[in-house]
């Protein structure tokens, strides 16, 4: 019943984008408003499995962290398995972590060195670094005249591209570049990633736990929600400065936040208020004393932004805060569960003693035991939690703080709004996810209102 | 001074009433951290204290690193000024991932002493479950095994240096708002 001369088709598939118009519109930017059940609705989450997780770029790793060929680490694109893995020629590759004989997952491990392939535990295939079968336990297949090994591997990520140490990747072989993705948000990520020639690098290790919340409570929490800082890090301010979180109007005029396609920052100009909560004088010293560097390197204002009360998040998953040096992914895992990844990224050239510092900051700040994070993740579980209620989800949450704080006559690059304490970046953020419910292609995607507005970029060091 | 791996084949256990001290020591302390007595807890640490946590990765057996390196990601690598800082942070009533209170337990079991051959100072494991509950029916549970030094100084013991190896390789709660 089987044709002898039919071969199984393992060219790798790569699901399109469809469009949820109805989803989209349960985000309402002219009333400010997001419907619950964004939060914790299967079929939602599975459309954004698909649509976003699907196309958009995802972090995957620091360079650091493989040096050499053969080094790879395991994470996730959505729910997707991934290696990461440096090639022979120093490229990098990403392949789902996944035999395409049964499925079973190739690597069980977090990370390796020099690995000259990975093996299946199920019946041995063996596949090369670069994701080609390599061979297949015993001489079975040898004399299987059906069997075409060429055609056989692990599926590639589509693409996948570094910025400055930081590695991307997208399942859309469609996606447009890395840069383009980012498009000007460049100018702000590089206040991390390029304050100094050396580059950067992430601290050994990662640390991983589980939040019972929605992947999309931590992202906006992290693109502009400074808000929060005072009321639920209260504690954790009194334990490490003696006093609350100085959000105050003195240093509103010296705050904003800027928005490109969904990825955006809330930052200070105060040079280190969030450096000041590590609790390491010694540390505000340091980039206080490179000030004038950064300054030369990357212009006033980056320079005021390294060490500031300041938190990022890249459109969709990937966050951090600069001034204390913490990196993260939420993974979602389900409309209601995250397994969040932390590490600490450091210049390279920072001496060896500021390294450390900023990796114990890390750990006394930003990581599950730390004084701060300890009363994020309460709130973000209870936010996806209380919407179960079939009544609550009918209610829209509000996101109407600063409405009219657009800055449209900043040369910033971006969507940039007065003052870091409103809920703008939050609302472009949102807007971003519904135009990815909304639109099937990257061109409507990268000219959507969320694209940055037309201004040329500041010079760097003006 | 550095937890290192004890070879296994010569340890000298230490004496039985040292032995009962070092229990009665573990005991108490149990006790002091499920009753949230932190103040307390502190008085119990050497002011040279290392307490570390690493964090746990997945690796092949062959993987030379081994699950967890010195310097790298970690849950705690504290001084005695960082955990006075953790507990700056219970104290106040804006902890809210502690008010209301979280109901804890801490158990400890297989309790080892062995000699170091520097007088009064003492290796000693033991491994812990440790239990939170709060709210409604918000439950986290842990697994580990401790790894010390303990000082002792006439009557008095105090804890040196405690290395925390937790089973979890990614940590199934979404905090730690407690000690081992
Ligand atoms: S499932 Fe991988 S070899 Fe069979
Ligand atoms: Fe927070």
Known sequence: ?462 | MTVQTVPMLDETPVGDALLRRIERFYYREARLLDREAYADWLTLLDPGIRYWMPAMETRKRGDQRGPWTDGEMSYFDDDFAMLKVRVARYEQPSAWADNPATRHLHIVTNIEAIETGTPGLVRAFSCFENVRNRNEKDQDVIHGRREDLLKLDGDRITLAERRILIVQNILLSKNLNTFF
């Not at chain 1, 006093?243 to 969904?262: H, I, K, N, P, T």
């Open chain 1, 1 to 462: 019943m089987c044709d002898a001369k039919a071969r199984p088709d393992m060219r790798p598939v790569y699901p399109k984008a469809g469009s949820y118009p109805d989803f989209a519109d349960l985000v309402d930017d002219s009333r400010a408003q997001v419907d619950r059940r964004v939060f914790i609705d299967r079929a939602i989450y599975e459309a954004e499995l698909r649509q976003i997780f699907g196309r958009a770029w995802l972090f995957l790793a620091h360079e650091s962290q493989i040096p050499n060929p053969g080094d790879f680490v395991r994470t996730y694109m959505g729910e997707d398995d991934v290696i990461v893995v440096r090639q022979r020629n120093g490229r990098i590759g990403a392949y789902l972590n996944s035999c395409p004989h049964r499925g079973n997952r190739v690597c069980m491990v977090d990370s390796g060195k020099k690995a000259r392939g990975f093996i299946c535990n199920y019946h041995g295939w063996s596949f090369g670094i670069d994701g080609r079968l390599n061979g297949t336990d015993g001489k079975v297949y040898d004399k299987d005249p059906g069997f075409e090994k060429s055609a056989i591997g692990l599926t590639p990520v589509a693409q996948v591209a570094s910025y400055k140490g930081l590695v991307f990747g997208t399942f859309d072989p469609e996606a447009p570049s890395l840069e383009d993705y980012f498009g000007p948000f460049t100018w702000y990520l590089d206040v991390m990633l390029d304050n100094d020639e050396g580059g950067t690098e992430f601290i050994g290790g990662c640390v991983k736990s589980t939040v019972e919340c929605n992947w999309k409570f931590p992202a906006e929490n992290f693109v502009g929600d400074i808000l929060h800082a005072f009321w639920t890090h209260q504690s954790g301010a009194e334990a490490i400065l003696g006093g609350a979180v100085d959000l105050g109007s003195r240093y509103d005029e010296r705050a904003f936040q800027a928005s490109v396609y969904g990825h955006g920052i809330e930052t200070n100009l105060d040079k280190v208020g969030n450096t000041r909560t590590l609790g390491f004088p010694e540390l505000n010293d340091y980039v206080l004393g490179r000030y004038e560097a950064v300054k030369a390197r990357l212009g006033e204002v980056r320079a005021r932004m390294v060490g500031a009360v300041s938190s990022c998040t890249v459109f969709p998953n990937f966050s951090f805060l600069p001034g204390q040096a913490t990196f993260r992914v939420w993974h979602p895992k389900g409309p209601d569960r995250i397994d969040l990844y932390t590490w600490t990224l450091v210049n390279k050239n920072m001496p060896e003693r500021i390294k450390e510092l900023y990796r114990k900051g890390t750990m006394i700040t930003f990581s599950p035991g730390g004084v701060f994070e300890m009363d994020d993740g309460e709130n973000w579980e209870y936010c996806t939690k209380a919407n179960q209620g079939w009544v609550t989800r009918h209610q829209k949450l509000h996101y109407g703080l600063g409405q009219d704080s657009a800055w449209s006559e900043s040369d910033l690059p971006g969507h940039i709004h007065r003052g870091s304490l409103n809920d703008a970046n939050q609302r472009q953020f949102y807007k971003r996810w519904a135009e990815f419910m909304r639109f099937d292609s990257w061109g409507d995607l990268q000219r959507a209102e969320t694209a940055p507005p037309a201004k040329p970029l500041p010079q760097a060091a003006e």
